[in-house]
Nanobody
Framework: VQLQAFGGGLVQAGGSLTLSCAAS????????MGWFRQAPGKEREFVAA????????LYADSVKGRSTISRDNNKNTVWLQMNSLKTEDTAVYYC???????????????????WGQGTKVTVSS
């Protein structure tokens, strides 16, 4: 599976941004999808995930209530809508795919099999 994330940019605190992840290759709809982020000097951390059917979603506490992950398997695309952005949301955001027989996605980055190249989000104060 090949993944391409885009939609990042510069946004003011309090603003909104929607990231997209386009998937291609081996039946992307068979994969749980996740978003992770990595700020300068920090480890890559989980942001949100969605099951292959879209029925189950998970969010990190830091973005819960401010973000929505969604997918359209007909378009092989996953989105991460982020609202009320904070300066601490500044990071490079990565989408990832996890082939799993589990009904629910995982928050563990080591369990994701494929990664996109990342898109940078900068939130200014």
């Amino acid at each position: 599976v090949q993944l391409q994330a885009f939609g990042g940019g510069l946004v003011q605190a309090g603003g909104s941004l929607t990231l997209s992840c386009a998937a291609s290759g081996r039946t992307p709809s068979n994969y749980h999808m996740g978003w992770f982020r990595q700020a300068p000097g920090k480890e890559r951390e989980f942001v949100a995930a969605i099951s292959l059917t879209g029925r189950h979603t998970l969010y990190a506490d830091s973005v819960k209530g401010r973000s929505t992950i969604s997918r359209d398997n007909n378009k092989n695309t996953v989105w991460l809508q982020m609202n009320s952005l904070k300066t601490e949301d500044t990071a490079v955001y990565y989408c990832a795919a996890d082939w799993s027989r589990s009904l629910v996605p995982t928050t563990k980055k080591n369990e994701y099999d494929y990664w996109g190249q990342g898109t940078k989000v900068t939130v200014s104060s």
